[in-house]
């Protein structure tokens, strides 16, 4: 039972940690229940009116794509969660040295991500049922709650697994490990998609995927050492540094240098691009597929593309925009006291912070907003509109990043600086809502007026721009006045 | 060079430190004693002005912390208990990081990094990345961050954590050479051997209250003790 004891240690950590801050910021507590609920409910709603409308065959989803979604989405949860609370901190030490096997260490951390994900599905879950017995009419058959249930636990499973051999010492060791687990997601991929699984097959699909994923947590202990110690393998760099870019102000170009570095040595830039890349290829393969959604009411066919467009802009700008500026004080951790006792003003460390992530504007821009209108051959105004809109949306959530990340950091070594997920799930919910703002105005008026519509978008794009720099300014003083 | 009057620094309910007064003067070596937790660090990092004080004032230079913290931070070197580093860059790189932050002409940093590797024996740690560093290397980068822009003061936490003999007798040197040039340390040790062999004056700390000041022979003298170490447990036992 010694990973009863790990995962028993971890869940008072975080729950000590958790409570402090619910107590900090129970406004916070107050509008997550609320947007929590919402956001189940407008889902169902959806469900409910598609159901109801019926969807053109060539938009269908079947339960077995939906749940193999879940599993996927689960899977990088795993991964992040896993990566953060298994593989990189120091403190995994005092547990490895300890008398019990490396299974059992695995098996507790496991638990614990499994714990905090699984709380979050329950919830939804939940209310979901709640819902539907008030009154919203979508079929909950138990066995998609099974399913649903058991794609959680395999999808946390596979992603633990996969955060393991893919800190292994090597390239040819990492692919190694991750191609050993490829099967087992192709397999989930072939029986729930592919073969279009109904419910009742979904639930022994998902069974499978558990056992075989729970065994490869505890397999992937086997390697839990070598890829904790990869983790502090510095490389040698010989020669005289150099810089990836020159500014007019040499004290900012230093910090923006910093923070490039970390994103490009860490390898989080090949995660940003690789989720840009994801998402832009989604776009034009739905485009390929779908073609023109034939079979929808004119009014939903014409906004039809539009919409995919800016919610793929939104999922890009949340995840590589606004998580890093969620992210960017809580991250500094015992580092703080580097910058902080050099005679560097804190507008100057936020304004390289606050750039660093600008940068990536253009990456989302060309990778996700852009491929499709060029692709698709749109016309030359609504490809311009469609950028300038897509600029602000990128700068409004890379500034409510900032923002909030400088509120309310979390210094937690367990999360790498990112806020626990009551304050995550807020924050994407307002991003949600900022975005639709700075897309709807300038879209209304296009409809009204096409040059009205591009000046109007011109015109949020700066405005977005501002809110920027503001933010970066409000971080600034948030900064100055954190005690290291 | 440091002064406190009447400091003051809770974190909620516990006093950390607790309306203490002192005055580190130009060209002196200062050690804090204290057991853990006695409120050392916590006066290190006010002066630092990375932490505020809630009550009384301190002094760097004459300037009052919370007015002016930048002119205050040009001013100083400072080595954290453990220093963190930035884990991704090599030691070369973080010493012009540095260099480039604290405003100094290229050509200059980079004379002054030379210098300084040469002298705390930087060699490998210049091209290697920093989460490959020991706690020895660590703790040598985090000495070379602090000292190679030749500040006028340093505060230094607990700066022979993880050394070696043979880097500590490095180091013990060039406190004796930098305070003989004029310049001031302030430092915190739990090794009253350290504190006897460099230190001009020192201060035992106790639940944030400074309950001895002077030379090594006049704390030795009021405890009624014949060595520090000894002085150090008959003054924290008794308070």
């Known amino acids: 039972m010694s990973f009863y004891a790990v995962y028993a240690a971890d869940v008072v950590d975080a729950f000590r940690g958790l409570s402090v801050r619910v107590r900090r910021r129970r406004s916070g507590v107050l509008w997550f229940a609320l947007l929590f609920a919402g956001s189940v409910w407008i889902a169902l709603k959806l469900v409910e009116i598609s159901l109801t409308v019926g969807l053109p065959a060539n938009l269908q989803v079947t339960p077995g794509a939906l749940l193999f979604a879940a599993f996927f989405g689960m899977l990088a949860k795993g991964a992040v969660d896993a990566y953060h609370r298994a593989i990189r901190p120091e403190s995994l030490v005092f547990l490895l040295v300890q008398p019990m096997s490396r299974g059992a260490v695995a098996l507790g951390k496991f638990l614990t991500v499994l714990w905090f994900n699984l709380a979050f599905v329950a919830a939804a879950v939940a209310l979901a049922v709640m819902f539907v017995a008030s009154g919203i009419r979508v079929p909950l058959p138990w066995e998609f709650g099974a399913s649903l249930v058991l794609a959680v636990v395999s999808g946390l499973a596979s992603g633990f697994a996969l955060a393991v051999l893919g800190s292994l010492s090597t390239w040819r060791r990492k692919a190694a490990g991750l191609a050993s687990y490829a099967p087992v997601i192709g397999f989930g991929y072939a029986s729930l998609v592919a073969a279009n699984a109904g419910l009742r097959d979904s639930v022994l699909v998902f069974a499978a995927l558990t056992i075989v994923a729970l065994a490869a947590v505890v397999a992937s202990a086997r390697f839990l050492v070598e890829a904790w110690n990869n983790q502090s393998a510095g490389r040698r760099r010989p020669g005289k540094p150099r810089r990836y870019l020159r500014l007019a102000d040499d004290k900012l170009a230093a910090l923006v240098d910093l923070e490039l570095k970390t994103i490009v040595r860490k390898r989080q830039l090949l995660l940003t691009f690789g989720t840009i890349l994801v998402v832009g290829i989604a776009i034009l393969a739905t485009y390929s597929i779908v073609g023109q959604p034939a079979g929808l009411p004119p009014s939903v066919a014409g906004i039809f593309y539009p919409f995919i467009l800016a919610a793929s802009v939104y999922i890009a700008a949340a995840t590589q925009l606004t998580v890093p500026g969620l992210a960017a004080l809580g991250k500094e951790l015992d580092r703080l006291w580097i910058v902080r006792s050099l005679p560097v003003p804190g507008r100057t460390a936020y304004a390289a912070k606050t750039f660093a992530i600008v940068l990536f504007v253009p990456a989302v821009l060309l990778g996700v907003a852009l491929p499709l209108p060029i692709f698709a051959g749109f016309p030359l105004t609504v490809t311009a509109f469609i950028a300038l809109v897509s600029l602000a949306a990128c700068l409004i959530l890379a500034a409510l990043g900032v923002f909030v990340g400088a509120r309310s950091p979390n210094f937690d070594p367990n999360t790498g600086g990112l806020p626990d997920s009551i304050v995550m799930y807020n924050v994407f919910l307002a991003a949600l809502v900022l975005a639709f703002l700075v897309i709807a105005a300038p879209t209304a008026a296009y409809q009204f007026d096409r040059v009205l519509g591009i000046m109007g978008a011109a015109a949020m794009a700066d405005l977005a721009a501002l809110a920027v720099v503001l933010s970066a300014k409000s971080a600034a003083h948030r900064y100055d006045a954190t005690q290291a | ?239």
């Open chain 2, 1 to 239: 060079m440091f002064r406190a009057e009447h400091l003051t620094k809770r974190y909620a309910d516990v006093v950390a430190v607790d309306g203490v007064d002192l005055e580190v003067r130009p060209g002196e070596i200062f050690g804090l004693l204290g057991s853990n937790g006695a409120g050392k660090t916590t006066m290190m990092k006010v002066f630092m002005t990375l932490l505020r004080s809630d009550g009384g004032r301190a002094f760097v230079d004459g300037i009052d912390v919370t007015r002016d913290p930048l002119k205050v931070r040009a001013a100083l070197g400072y080595v954290p208990e453990n220093p963190s580093l930035y884990e991704k860059l090599t030691g070369a790189e973080f010493l012009a990081l540095l260099a480039t932050l604290r405003g100094l002409p290229a050509d200059r940093g980079e004379r002054m990094i030379e210098a300084t590797a040469r002298r705390f024996r930087l060699d490998r740690e210049l091209e290697l990345e920093m989460d490959a560093y020991s706690r020895g290397m660590r703790q040598k980068m985090a000495l070379a961050a602090a000292t190679f822009h030749e500040p006028r003061g340093l505060v230094l936490d607990e700066p022979t954590n993880g050394l070696d003999p043979r880097f500590t007798k490095i180091l013990k040197e060039y406190l004796r050479e930098f305070a003989a040039s004029g310049g001031t340390v302030l430092l915190s040790t739990h090794i009253t051997d350290i504190a006897e062999q460099v230190c001009d004056r020192v201060a035992v700390i106790h639940e944030g209250r400074l309950i001895a000041l002077g030379t090594v022979p006049e704390v030795q003298e009021a405890a009624r003790a014949s060595n520090l170490e000894d002085a150090f447990v008959a003054l924290v036992g008794d308070a």
